[in-house]
């Protein structure tokens, strides 16, 4: 349990205790959906293999029962009974029914999980920075100016999502965890890169962290030796799954206050906010998180990926990109589904994604154009899709890179062979060119990034 649970639990007096539904309610919520139990059992079987959570506001105030299981609420969180392979959920199937050991079912989770790109981007492979030669566990680093932090508390959030990319943070797989609580050498090794300017506290979701545990974090990054840190990021989808955490928890002030110190050191705080929908903005108690939030002196960024079945549709982003912009916050991207996980189950092919983009786009007034899109994050950067277009007779993706791992890319435009069935990068092959700007040239090895960028100051 978390700090953060432990406080509501100790705190009925809120009258909004924070109330966790797990893997064992699962086969009652999906009854209320209407789900047979056949389904239930597929539903049980993804649950093996995938984290399953939500919570009694997200079961009570967003979900429209009547709509379930279609209701797009009810998709974001729960597991759909198709969303693996059908020979795993059948295998996994078969186990829960004959009531098979743990022991027997963990291992079959995990040789589904293993084969579900657990760690997509080259993060374990190419993000882990060093300090003295050893690694720096629970930190990320893919671009020369951000950090990404991984607080040991943190890795947990209000519900889960169904299409999570860091699904692999949640299961019975610590080998699969990236976490760290010692913030030491965190800063040790922020102070011998001046070259960082932007520390991203991530999870999970680092809001399910009570106020004091949260300082633990951000205070460290306050010290006057990181002046070089001009912004820290905090990436949550608490005011979707559990607004009353910045208005009417105990601890909403000391939270709050926590947001107050970043920005009385001259330093900029970015809420990076989750939402995947615009029912979830409708609750007045969103609005008035946003504004405590603001209150703060905190900007906040809006962010989710498009998702089949939950919001593929133009009228669903321009909707939550007119409210978002109405209530102060400012909306900043669409992704593209991520490589891992269940990725076939929600994908959005790259060419029909571009269309929901632009049509919503062309419909909101300017200051809703600050978000950008469709972005996918892959192993060279964020990549975006910039339109299709006819280029010498030839129908190709315009794209070019928002963040590459090597600087010298950023903003570079590109083409890549237009098919309308492509989901990822790695579905794309390079137009008018033999390789991507990204790809090594073959006579000058190796050319993902420019290592020398990551090496300490000296
Ligand atoms: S809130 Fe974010 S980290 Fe948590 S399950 Fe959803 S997408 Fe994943």
Known sequence: MTGYEQ?????????????????????????????????RLAVRAVATVLPFRTNSYVVDRLIDWDAAPDDPIYRLVFPQPDMLPEPDIRRLADLLAGGAPESTLRAAAHDVRIRLNPHPAGQLALNIPDLDDEPVPGVQRKYPETVLLFPKQGQTCHAYCTYCFRWAQFVDEPDMKMATDDMGRVTAYLRSHPEVSSVLITGGD??????????????????????????????????????????????????????????????????????????????????????????????????APLIRSINDDPAVWSAMWRSQSRMGMVPYYMFVERDTGPQGYF????????????????????????????????????????????????????????????????????????DPQAIWLSDLQPAFSSRFPFEPDPEELPGLWAPALFEPAR
């Not at 962290?209 to 990436?235: K, T």
């Not at 107050?260 to 007045?284: D, I, K, N, T, Y």
Request: charged share 25%.
């Open 7 to 39: 406080t509501g639990a100790a705190n009925p007096a809120a009258g909004r205790r924070f109330r966790a539904f797990t893997a064992k309610h699962l086969d009652a919520l999906a009854d209320r959906a209407g789900l047979g139990p056949a389904e």
């Open 206 to 303: 680092p809001m399910i962290m009570g106020a004091d545990v949260l300082r633990r974090y951000v205070e460290p990054l306050l010290d006057p030796r990181l002046d070089h840190i001009e912004s820290i990021r905090i990436g949550s989808k608490s005011l979707s799954y559990w607004p009353q955490r910045f208005v009417t928890d105990p601890d909403a002030d000391d939270t709050l206050s926590v947001f107050e110190r970043v920005a009385q050191s001259g330093r900029v705080l970015a809420f990076m906010a989750h939402f995947s929908h615009p029912r979830e903005l409708e609750p007045p108690l969103v609005a008035e998180a946003v504004r405590r939030i603001r209150a703060s002196g905190a900007v906040i960024r809006t962010q």
């Open 347 to 418: 994908a959005v092919p790259l060419a029909r994604g571009y269309e929901i983009y632009r049509d919503a786009y062309r419909s909101v007034s300017g200051l809703c154009r600050t978000v950008r899109g469709p972005s996918m994050s892959a192993t060279p950067g964020k990549l975006c899709i910039d339109g299709v277009v006819d280029v010498a007779g030839e129908k190709v993706f315009a794209l070019h890179m928002i963040q590459a791992r090597d600087p010298e890319l950023v903003g570079k435009p590109f083409f890549a062979r237009f």
